[in-house]
């Protein structure tokens, strides 16, 4: 997958491109992160109760498509509707650029095949990006995971649970712990982010102490100033097929698919699109693969 702040990154183009401006940007951008706040769920507590990380992982490789149904049919309000449409921008990146990701980690003798690689290219594409948007190399956390007011919040999470209840019948949770997962994402963000690197000494310890495996915790910390290959032939696995396009044309197609999406997702709110034309147009691809799921 693409890290966080590609995800904002994406999501501020495809709205340019559609030409959409969000009643609540910070609903839009956090519908952006798609599912990946719940692999922060209390991150820190061994002991934690729920896995809503488990979850994480099922959205992203099961009922994909059912689930954003779900999702817009339940949404009423303002934010609820811009986190949908934020949520189909992360859609639109990860089923788009993950087969390249899922190479580049794979392919014998590149820099990210390695323990975590899949966590250092994240790191490393979110500091090239932010670097040439920016000029710091370090993501700004209030960028790509703004904090909620409790409004907001509330309206997220009670939609969010709905659509998860509706589509994955052994993941219920209470809504209060997708509350925490919100709330823990953005802790956790923060404590990656480290622009001179002072945290980083710290974070190893972290991962050591907690048990995790090697690079887990190290691989997410910003800035990452692996560089990145510049493949022009590549093969997407999973499809069997191959790709001559490189990552900065795979960054832009997105965009555009994304900015297709919200539109997509706009016809329906207008009424002119119903919730089987809205599944059809956005399919039920793989975030991890990009393969349309059986």
């Not at 820190?44 to 689930?67: C, I, Q, V, W």
């Not at 979110?126 to 040439?132: H, P, R, V």
């Not at 219920?172 to 980083?200: C, L, M, V």
Request: charged content about 20%; some cysteine; overall charge negative.
């Amino acid at each position: 997958m693409a890290d966080n702040y590609a995800h904002q990154h994406n999501a501020r183009n495809a709205m340019k491109i559609a030409g959409y401006v969000p009643r609540n940007l910070n609903s839009f951008i956090m519908g952006a992160n798609g599912p990946d706040p719940l692999f922060c769920y209390q991150m820190y507590n061994p002991m934690r109760k729920y896995d809503l990380a488990g979850l994480g992982h099922t959205m992203h490789s099961e009922k994909t498509g059912l689930f954003l149904k779900n999702l817009f049919r339940f949404a009423q309000t303002d934010a609820q509707k811009d986190y949908c449409l934020g949520f189909l921008c992360h859609y639109s990146l990860d089923s788009t650029i993950h087969p390249f990701v899922n190479y580049i980690t794979q392919l014998y003798g590149s820099p990210f095949n390695i323990s975590a690689g899949h966590g250092y290219f994240e790191s490393a594409l979110d500091s090239k990006l932010s670097l040439a948007a920016t000029g710091e190399a370090a993501a700004d956390v209030d960028r790509y995971c703004p904090e909620l007011d409790k409004a907001t919040m509330n309206q997220i999470t009670l939609l969010f649970k709905k659509a998860v209840d509706a589509t994955y019948e052994d993941h219920k949770y209470p809504r209060g712990e997708y509350t925490q997962a919100f709330k823990d994402f953005r802790f956790i963000k923060k404590f990656f982010y480290s622009p001179a690197k002072g945290k980083f000494p710290l974070a190893y310890l972290v991962e050591k102490a907690l048990g995790f495996s090697d690079g887990f915790v190290m691989s997410h910390m910003q800035p990452c100033n692996r560089e990145i290959p510049d493949f022009g032939f590549w093969k997407n696995e999973a499809a069997g097929l191959h790709s001559v396009e490189t990552l900065d044309n795979l960054l832009l197609r997105a965009d555009y698919l994304a900015a297709e999406c919200i539109n997509v997702g706009l016809e329906y709110f207008k009424g002119i699109y119903t919730l089987s034309d809205l599944l059809e147009d956005i399919g039920n691809k793989s975030y991890d693969t990009g393969v349309v799921i059986d």
